[in-house]
């Protein structure tokens, strides 16, 4: 057998190594890093309560808006722990621009229509809180989603309002 010559010219190399996937602490103790706990736990409580009972009508808007802010807050928060939002093709070098617009317009708004779509359904059935109503009783369940998205809409006003500060004082990074 024949043997064969080496390669004249050496292979590519591979993609640059990255490092090891470790916590980002210093976020996770920062203001916006316990806003985000606080709103993921709040936004959970709230689709869980509206999904968890019947509900028709707006209802379904309001939980369609709260999975989705809370589905996006769980990405955001999850790329900030592991400081890996350089990896978000065209946002990772705005990422304070980008939890900015995500606190202000999509938790905020989306939240605070949810929570008032709630309200106005607990308003509606708080004929059922009466003592010796015998039928199954929603307005338990619409105000204390209401109640949740009231809060979590807080809670993304201040974060949003904690990323503007650092945008005006030319601060680039989220912690």
């Given at each position: 057998?024949?043997?064969?010559?080496?390669?004249?010219?050496?292979?590519?190399?591979?993609?640059?190594?990255?490092?090891?996937?470790?916590?980002?602490?210093?976020?996770?103790?920062?203001?916006?890093?316990?806003?985000?706990?606080?709103?993921?736990?709040?936004?959970?409580?709230?689709?869980?309560?509206?999904?968890?009972?019947?509900?028709e009508?707006?209802?379904?808007?309001?939980?369609?808006?709260?999975?989705l802010?809370?589905l996006?807050?769980?990405?955001?928060?999850?790329?900030?722990?592991?400081?890996?939002?350089a990896?978000?093709?065209?946002?990772?070098?705005?990422?304070?621009?980008?939890?900015?617009?995500?606190?202000?317009?999509l938790?905020?708004?989306?939240?605070?229509?949810?929570?008032?779509?709630?309200?106005?359904?607990?308003?509606q059935?708080?004929?059922c809180?009466?003592?010796?109503?015998?039928?199954?009783c929603?307005?338990?369940?619409?105000?204390?989603?209401?109640?949740?998205?009231?809060?979590?809409?807080?809670?993304?006003?201040?974060?949003?309002?904690?990323?503007?500060s650092?945008?005006?004082?030319?601060?680039?990074?989220?912690?």
């Open positions: 057998m024949a043997r064969t010559a080496p390669p004249a010219v050496p292979p590519p190399p591979g993609p640059p190594a990255r490092g090891s996937l470790s916590l980002h602490r210093a976020y996770l103790r920062s203001p916006l890093g316990l806003l985000r706990l606080g709103q993921l736990a709040l936004g959970a409580a709230f689709w869980v309560t509206v999904a968890a009972h019947r509900y009508g707006a209802a379904h808007f309001a939980l369609f808006a709260a999975v802010v809370w996006l807050t769980l990405a955001l928060f999850g790329l900030s722990l592991l400081g890996r939002w990896l978000v093709p065209w946002l990772g070098s705005r990422w304070l621009l980008t939890n900015l617009v995500h606190d202000l317009v938790g905020v708004g989306l939240y605070a229509a949810a929570a008032g779509i709630m309200g106005y359904k607990a308003g059935k708080s004929y809180n009466l003592p010796g109503y015998s039928q199954h929603l307005y338990g369940a619409y105000l204390s989603a209401s109640v949740c998205g009231g809060i979590a809409a807080c809670l993304y006003l201040f974060s949003g309002l904690y990323c503007l650092r945008r005006c004082r030319d601060q680039r990074d989220i912690i």
